[in-house]
């Protein structure tokens, strides 16, 4: 099974086309300078719609993890064991994801 391709929306198209260049963006706010992900059309700290895209710079801490034993989803079969996380970016904002190597 194919993995699923997210469609892309005004809000989330920049980021979608800066992971075909394995790039992962952020967004700041002009306003107050918090750091937010996932993408959104306003700050989640103040509610400014002034928002810039930044690059993560790769570093982030592990909060938790697990290691998928067993495929969570049909697209993931054969792919096992795979470790599953939430981390923090160095940025500020946490997000999941899998850690590889």
């Known amino acids: 099974m194919r ?21 992962f963006l952020i967004q700041r706010c002009r306003a107050c300078a918090a750091a937010q992900f996932y993408p959104r059309a306003t700050c989640t700290n103040c ?6 895209w930044e690059a993560a710079s790769g570093q982030a801490t592990v909060h ?16 096992e064991p ?5 981390v923090e970016l160095a940025e500020g904002p946490r997000t999941t994801g899998n850690l590889i190597d």
């Open 3 to 23: 993995r699923v391709r997210p469609t892309p929306s005004p809000t989330t198209a920049r980021f979608w086309a800066a992971t075909a260049d394995r790039e």
């Open 82 to 86: 795979y470790v599953i996380a939430i």
């Open 47 to 52: 509610g400014s719609l002034e928002l810039d």
């Open 64 to 79: 938790t993890f697990t290691v998928a034993r067993r495929a969570t989803h049909p697209a993931f079969a054969g792919e």
